[in-house]
């Protein structure tokens, strides 16, 4: 299974941006994804998923995560970005396991950064 993301870039506080990762090599509706983020310093932390639909509390409400089943691909749309958002973004898929944890996540895209500044 591959995933490659893209859709990062550099924007000023309260703008927007829009990730995408496309997924391959297994049937897509067999796969739960989700979206993930590491800051300079800070481990990686879980920011979205699709099935469950779970999102981290520091983004409700701000970013929304969609699938398009017929693309293969995810998206996670990212409004009101705030500086603390800065981060390189993973998507990530999964078979079982817990979508909170690294450790059930199988397969990783090569992460996006995103930049956001005051």
């Known amino acids: 299974v591959q995933l490659q993301a893209s859709g990062g870039g550099m924007v000023q506080a309260g703008g927007s941006l829009r990730l995408s990762c496309t997924v391959s090599?297994?049937?897509?509706?067999?796969?739960?994804t989700a979206w993930f983020r590491q800051a300079p310093g800070k481990e990686r932390e879980f920011v979205a998923s699709?099935?469950?639909?779970k999102y981290a509390d520091s983004v409700q409400g701000r970013f929304t995560n969609s699938r398009d089943n017929a693309l293969n691909t995810v998206y996670l749309q990212m409004n009101n970005l705030k500086v603390e958002d800065t981060a390189v973004y993973y998507c990530?898929?999964?078979?079982?396991?817990?979508?909170?944890?690294?450790?059930?996540?199988?397969?990783w895209g090569q992460g996006t950064l995103v930049t956001v500044s005051s």
């Open positions: 699709y099935r469950p639909f």
């Open positions: 990530a898929a999964r078979v079982g396991g817990s979508y909170l944890s690294l450790a059930s996540y199988e397969f």
């Open positions: 090599g297994r049937p897509f509706h067999t796969v739960a």
